[in-house]
């Protein structure tokens, strides 16, 4: 479970380049810095989803941590083949609903002006600054969607691995305390 949970990490890696690094060499490599409109919202919709689905997969590798030293002889009937495929599918499935959700409110603006903003890429704020719509609806789902999104898994995360601290510190051996943490 753990190297399919890393093999996951590894294609969110690849893909967060994939979302930003074209745009950028066409900019350095041509000089033109324009992106449309599609290709700005699509940009921030797959960089925001794939920010969100890395906090699902930190939990769910903090989660089998846990599972690996604190609970060792349940390891392998609770982090089944099933249930790893369970918590990759949810994060991947949790990054694109809440930026699916947000994508909605950010696409009833509307935008007028110079439409330019001073980032290599789309970010969602100063995207949101340009619209001459009221932004105060878009800015408030951003920061629930978040808070919503972003604290359960890094509650999670965070609680796993207090109790990997606290499971190794029990540890009498040096040898063994070693063991545990490099398994961290």
């Not at 696409?107 to 001459?132: A, K, R």
């Amino acid at each position: 479970p753990m190297y399919f949970l890393l093999s996951q990490f590894v294609l969110l890696a690849d893909s967060y380049s994939s979302t930003l690094l074209p745009r950028m060499l066409v900019s350095l490599l041509t000089g033109d810095k324009t992106i449309s409109f599609s290709g700005c919202f699509s940009q921030l919709y797959f960089f925001g989803s794939l920010a969100a689905t890395e906090c699902y997969l930190l939990a769910a590798m903090s989660y089998d941590r846990y599972l690996a030293i604190c609970k060792p002889l349940h390891y392998s009937t609770l982090m089944n083949n099933r249930f790893c495929l369970q918590l990759a599918a949810g994060s991947w499935l949790n990054g694109c609903l809440a930026t699916t959700i947000f994508g909605l409110f950010l696409s009833q603006l509307t935008f007028c002006g110079p439409n330019e903003i001073d980032h290599f890429y789309c970010d969602p704020i100063p995207v949101m600054e340009l619209s001459c719509s009221d932004t105060h609806l878009s800015i408030l789902v951003q920061f629930i969607l978040a808070c919503v999104f972003t604290l359960p898994p890094f509650l999670l995360t965070l609680t796993s691995y207090v109790f990997i601290l606290a499971s190794i510190l029990r540890i009498p051996s040096t040898t063994g305390r070693q063991k545990a943490f490099y398994t961290c």
